[in-house]
């Protein structure tokens, strides 16, 4: 009968180890059943992939009903493109990740961009408006997603605290706004001359050095939640 | 043909029972409320006649031979003869969640591994003690059926009589009839902080000692087993509770004792019958000795374990489920509400839960045959360790069950039981 030498019980003759305290057992004793099976009940889990089918479904009835009516009582005029995308994005936003069963957010936001592009594609084909479709939504829709994909990609990989991942957040805010300026600026006045986007930046920017700095020093965190603790 | 009429004289439905209405509002895919009873015989288990026992003794239980229906208002519980009960391989993680759709329909599991007949009971089916019941006619059914002479009596059923109604009546119903309205508030209680464990893991502690030096030293000290037991378990908190901070709200440490209702009032139901107390200490006051707890225990004991008390506490939930208002909201709003309400203020006044289902007695026919009996409690939702007790012969096995990494509080406690001269011997289905 083997006993732990910390905790002073008396182990079974199967374990290895003392459960309350880890430590190993010395005694070399023939292999006995444990008190345990090693396999484990898996609870089945709720077919996630018929759920999404049916949400499906449900949101190509309107899409449907839509298209009759648009064929029938406005041929020629084609406003169905926006019920339309407005479905696929919607699709792509709650559907989409229902029907996977593993989380690929990089993945995601990346049908995600293409479905919004898309969207305002169609839009801009209906207005003929490809001229700000090109100026404005895409770049915009461009930087936005391909920031979100590096922050993410930056989260899985580094696991920054969350100190760092609100200022990586924070520069994202401020190249945005910056391209968002910038393309409106080039889309009016076709020449970019940053007007507000400064006015973010500036106000932004002691914040983002004040979390990196805060981030990098646990004795400073621990003074301030000392004394901002509510 | 025989099969149809033989349905269509048992086909019944009732309502769940006051306790019962909570667990499968709480239920969610990764915890139900579900509690293990086992027993540990002292030859192997064959499992064709253990299935064969099965078949005899379910058909015995009509509370236990049901399946889960789900009206507009409320739960209901069918009769599902139709369906077969199977005997199953026992698992690593006693008390996994449970589905309506799973195991046939039925809201037990049972279990056979090496020496040991273990069954998980929804705990909307029953309590300890209408489980314990079950478990001890199906073994004695199995042994009967394995050539030996087991007698009927002692908590065994015969599973050839006829169930009287009295065993599947709602006792909650029958006897809350409780003048007094609303209840004293009970002040928030500490949460133990730990790592949690994966979706499918739990973790048993099992601790063995003899029930003699235990009554001993509960004797001791003027106290009974529970009592004691339960004094010890708060200390194993405290003592959790100075490393976190003696000082830091929330303070106040209690203890759950479930408490057996059929010893107040006469009832022979094998649904469930039980409510619970909460005593418990408050470290804002200072610092306590063991002794002290153990004071504190046994006076909030002493003042509220009396019929009044309890007729009063279980009047407070019957009379909210006879509310007119609160029958008509639908299932599924309802759901919703309890089940919020169970992961708020349902652990709101507690620390830990301790349940001692008693010393198991069983016919000296079976005595040759039976080594030990078992009880596990389902893991709580929130993250601490429970402690299940239960005593046969000289064996008092004390069970702990969480789904945290860390087993401090099972160590405190051994370690205290050993200090106390006490050996213990433990056993694990964790690595």
Known sequence: ?230 | MLRKIEEKKYRHWFKLDNAAKIYPAANTRRWSGMFRLSVTLNEKIDPVILQEALVATIKRFPSFNIRMGKGIFWYYFESNIRKRLQVKPDINNPCAPIRWKDNNGFLLRVFYYDKRIAIDFFHSLTDGTGAMVFLKTLTARYLTLKGYEIPTGEGILDVEEKPDKEEYEDSFVKYANSRQRGRPKEPKAYHMKGTGLDDLDISIITGIVSLEKIKQLAKEHHATITEYLAAILLYSFYKQKEKEGLYKKPTRIAVSIPVNLRNYFKSNTKRNFSTFLNPGIDTILGEYTMEEMLRQIQYFMKANLNDKVLNAMMTQNVILERNLFIRIVPLFIKNFIMSLAHDTIGYRPITTVISNIGIVTVPPEMKELVNRFEFILGPAKIRTPYLAVVSYEDTLVLNFTSKIQETDIERTFFTYLIKQGIPVKIESNRE
């Open chain 1, 1 to 230: 009968m083997p006993y732990c030498v910390k905790c002073g019980v008396e182990l079974d003759n199967s374990a290895k180890k003392c459960v309350l305290c880890n430590t190993k057992v010395m005694m070399e004793l023939p292999d006995e059943i444990p008190p345990y099976p090693k396999e484990k009940l898996e609870i089945s889990q709720l077919n996630r992939g018929y759920f999404s089918i049916l949400l499906t479904m449900i949101l190509l009835v309107p899409n449907l009903a839509c298209l009759v009516i648009n064929l029938i009582y406005t041929p020629g005029v084609y406003w169905m493109y926006y019920v339309f995308g407005g479905s696929l994005l919607l699709w792509m936003i709650f559907i989409f990740p229902m029907a996977i069963k593993k989380k690929r957010p990089l993945l995601h936001i990346f049908l995600l961009f293409l479905s919004a592009t898309l969207y305002l594609l169609l839009i801009a084909l209906a207005l003929s408006g490809m001229r700000w479709f090109l100026l404005i939504a895409l770049p915009i829709c461009i930087t936005v997603m391909s920031l979100l994909y590096l922050i993410i990609l930056i989260v899985i990989k580094k696991k920054p605290g969350k100190l760092k991942t609100v200022s990586i957040s924070l520069i994202a805010v401020i190249i945005i706004c910056l391209v968002t300026d910038g393309v409106i600026d080039y889309y009016i006045y076709s020449d970019i001359q940053l007007s507000w986007s400064y006015i973010v930046a500036a106000s932004i920017i002691p914040v983002i050095i004040g979390l990196v700095l805060l981030a990098g020093n646990k004795k400073l965190q621990n003074e301030l939640i000392k004394k901002l603790h509510i």
